[in-house]
């Protein structure tokens, strides 16, 4: 009788997990922002208006149904229809409104809303259902990368075609407004993670916006990911340079145009933001982090730390707890 061959093998084959964070931007907003929160979904009936002050957040609306008028300080006025999506990176101060809408509100966080149903504002006239939500900067500081992008995003869906992305996003967005179930709340939320991430990617390249330029520049792109992906080694100019294949100045020239940062300035800037992120998430020694962030020294570590976050690791550490 024919033996039946053995195809199991004695020696386990390893499936590598993808790292999550294993570029520049999925390092940046991972470490930056904390997760997105939603108020209740609004039911505005004209006339409604609401003023929001500046704040260290990154903004968004969804215009489900209906029209309203965004004016952004230092922006020109903009005419919203249902499926236009927002985002004010900045949380630049602004006005929502109907058209012709003069009473406005001033907006202030309120506390969390267990019940049921969209919170209803305004008059009886013509209707306008958004959803509304922001995105917190860790320590209400903002990244490098996320400095100079435009003060408002429009993903508009008059004017032409949204792109296949977006418009997908959008539509499942809608769709769970429209017929909400359980857990709407975690499904609008982590929608509104990709489509944050989808507007960041496709911003319409200007000279002046790091992240833009940053993304769309074959070597400092390739720089960025070698500096956040591998954030405890000891970098140079004149390594980083070699490997994205750019002579030592005209590297360091074009990193520092694009990004806002020399280089060696914007891995410092990073690796304390790393640092700060593991104070705050994880148990490590202050000497095993300053290892994981490319110290050598808890005394030289400490000192870069204080210079960038204004105090000590071991205080930041405490105000966390």
Known sequence: MARRPNLVS???????????????????LSVSLLPNALFKCLEARSPWGLRVPQRDRAVFYLIARGHAMLEVDGEPPRRLAGGDVVFIPHGTAH???????????????????????AARIGGDGAL???LTGFFS??????????????????????????????????DLMLAEIASPGPASTLVLQ?????????VLRHLPTHEGCGLVEALSDPHVH?????MHTRVNEPWTVARLAALVGLSRSGFAQRFTQVVGDPPLQYLARWRMARAAELL?????TIARIAERVGYESVPSFSKAFKRWQGRSPTHHRALQG
């Open 137 to 170: 900067y860790t320590g209400g500081v903002r990244p490098v990368l996320l400095a100079r992008v435009p003060a408002v995003a429009v993903l508009s869906s008059s004017g032409g075609a949204p792109r296949p992305w977006s418009a997908a996003t959008i």
């Open 222 to 226: 390739q720089a960025l990911n070698l």
């Open 190 to 198: 982590r929608l509104a993670d990709v489509l944050f991430v989808q």
């Open 280 to 284: 705050r998430e994880t148990d490590d």
């Open 128 to 130: 306008t259902i958004l």
């Open 10 to 28: 004695k020696t386990p084959e390893l499936l590598d997990l993808q790292d999550p964070r294993g570029d520049a931007l999925a390092d940046v």
């Open 95 to 117: 006005v929502l409104r109907a058209e012709g809408a003069r009473q406005l509100f001033v907006v202030h966080d309120g506390p969390c809303c267990a019940t049921q149903g």
